[in-house]
């Protein structure tokens, strides 16, 4: 992807030797981008892995000694030009990639390709519960330790109701129905069990979908949140760059639409695919399917 740099003056003053921020001594370049400086700075999260993915080719801007009061206040404002250029750089990224509609149908694809075995694992899940089997025994170790862990996978059993206007048979991506609305994804029956998949961060979704996310979807959290100085009243901008599929970024853009729209952002599409957003796969078996899909897997 091209590199953009409109935000950088071309008159902008060089960089002398051992000042990569200017009028900062010592600041090196691998120091600031790698999240050096702003340990050192008394921050304790400076969003390592968005600036991995999404510094290249940043040059921050000189700042005028009267624009800071000293080398933190310097700091703080040269991170907020990178927060500026990482935004950037992943707005026109996302646009290039389809926006939410190829976020969303990636997602739908990659879960597909998965289901069989996510379908397997969370029999494997119940089991385990009821004392059928010692452990889900994946094969994969962490796997194994990631549906292992309540805060992961949870098994529930399903609470009937009312037919469903329309059931979710397996992961549902764009809605979060209650456990009575999902339908076993053997036999078509009403769940009497659920198995549900929870995602904190793109490593879990990774694990779960057993593939690389694409580059615009790395480094998703579920809650983000902004980068506080130890003792200070001051806040790393760089903190609070995200995906777009999260919903503070979500949040931001709908906040600076018309900037997003001249770029070729479709706010109101993503408002559509993106405001009911969940990640989260929930399983259904009823009692019969169980049997059926323990009775492949041998237990």
């Known amino acids: ?61 000189e700042i005028p000694a009267s624009a800071a009061v000293d080398d933190l206040g310097r700091y703080c404002q040269a991170r907020e030009q990178l927060a500026r250029y990482m935004r950037e750089q992943i707005l026109r990224a996302y646009i290039d990639f389809g926006c939410a509609p190829a976020a969303c149908a990636w997602y739908d694809a990659a879960l597909a390709a998965r289901r069989t075995t996510l379908i397997d694992l969370s029999a494997k899940v119940v089991a385990v519960c009821r004392g059928k089997l ?91 949140l902004p980068s506080k100085h130890r003792t200070r009243s001051r806040y790393d901008a760089v903190g609070t760059v995200g995906t777009p599929i999260e919903h503070c970024v979500h949040a931001y853009y709908q906040g600076e639409r018309e900037a997003c729209s001249k770029l070729g952002l479709n706010v109101d599409l993503e408002v559509h695919y993106l405001s009911a957003f969940n990640p989260n796969i929930a399983i259904g078996f009823s009692e019969k399917g169980l049997q059926k899909i323990w009775k492949k897997l041998d237990i």
Not at 41 to 56: A, P, Y
Not at 146 to 167: K, Q, T, Y
């Open 134 to 224: 010692e452990k889900p025994g994946t094969g994969f170790v962490a796997m194994d330790r990631f549906l292992l862990n309540p805060n992961h996978v949870i098994v529930e059993e399903a609470a009937h109701g009312g037919a469903a206007a329309s059931p979710a048979t397996f992961g549902s991506l764009h809605v979060n129905p209650a456990a009575n609305d999902y339908i076993c994804a053997i036999t078509g029956d009403t769940s009497d069990v659920v198995v549900k998949f929870s995602m904190e961060s793109w490593e879990d979704m990774e694990l779960v979908l057993g593939v690389e996310l694409p580059k615009i979807l790395q480094g998703w959290r579920r809650f983000r």
């Open 1 to 61: 992807m091209t590199q953009h740099t409109s935000e950088i003056p071309e008159n902008t003053p060089h960089t002398p030797a051992g000042e990569y921020i200017l009028g900062l001594p010592d600041s090196t370049e691998a120091d600031f981008l790698s999240g050096r400086m702003g340990f050192a700075m008394g921050f304790d999260n400076t969003n390592q892995i968005m600036v991995d993915l999404w510094s290249e080719g940043f040059r921050p801007v």
